[in-house]
Structures are given as structure tokens and as C-alpha cells.
């Protein structure tokens, strides 16, 4: 069983920035590769980043790379997400989601059904 718990959302004017952070529990947390996705209601949650166990690689959707910047902690247990530039298309529910079997993890890291836990989300609204 792991615990995700996702922090750091709220509003923020376009052109600001936000860091999220999503503290881990329950396994040992540098085994384990990281994602971070979005949802919109009514829409299908998708990906933003993703981070490999030893955080030497790291994955971006298009529609974010160059502003988010996604990291982790191992030593707290914590995966973060630097959001800069903030655009109005950017609010949602972001979440947090641990990849517990990392087999074939870097052919298949935006798809949500690979990640076993995810976190209670936290909502980011970036106003015009």
C-alpha cells in the first residue's frame, strides 16, 4: 500500500509560477518511478511529467515542456512539479501516481492505467 498526498495547488495569475509537491508513504519511495497528470471535469485525466526512480530521467508533455519542471526528493520521500509561465489552460486537478513494476516504463510513462496508487489530487487555477 502506498499514501500520496498532493500540496502546493491554488490561484495564481497567468504568468506565475507554482510548485507542487506530493509526499509519498508506505513503500520505499526511491524504488519507484513518479508521474504527474492533470484532469479537467468532464475530460480525460492526462499526463504532465514523469520522473525515473534515480531522477536522472525525465518525461514532459508538449504542452508544458519548457515551463513545469518536475523533480524528487528521496531523502523526503517527495516528487515535486515547478510550474512557471502558468496559462489559464493550465488549471486543473493535478495528481500525483506511483509506478510500482517499472518494466517498459519509457515506452509507456504518460499512460495513466501503468501507475498502481495516485494522490487525492490538488486543484490549480490560473486566472486571466
Known amino acids: 500500500q502506498v499514501q500520496l498526498v498532493e500540496s502546493g495547488g491554488g490561484l495564481v495569475q497567468a504568468g506565475g509560477s507554482l510548485r507542487l509537491s506530493c509526499v509519498a508513504s508506505g513503500r520505499t519511495f526511491s524504488n519507484y518511478n513518479m508521474g504527474w497528470f492533470r484532469q479537467v471535469a468532464g475530460k480525460e485525466r492526462e499526463f504532465v511529467a514523469a520522473?525515473?526512480?534515480?531522477?536522472?530521467?525525465?518525461y514532459y508533455a508538449d504542452s508544458v515542456k519548457g515551463r513545469f519542471t518536475i523533480s524528487r526528493d528521496n531523502a523526503k520521500n517527495t516528487v515535486y512539479l515547478q510550474m512557471n509561465s502558468l496559462k489559464p489552460e493550465d488549471t486543473a486537478v493535478y495528481y500525483c501516481a506511483v509506478d510500482l513494476n517499472s518494466m517498459g516504463y519509457s515506452s509507456s510513462y504518460y499512460d495513466t492505467s501503468r501507475y498502481d496508487y495516485w494522490g487525492q489530487g490538488t486543484q490549480v487555477t490560473v486566472s486571466s
Open positions: 520522473i525515473k526512480w534515480s531522477g536522472s530521467t525525465t
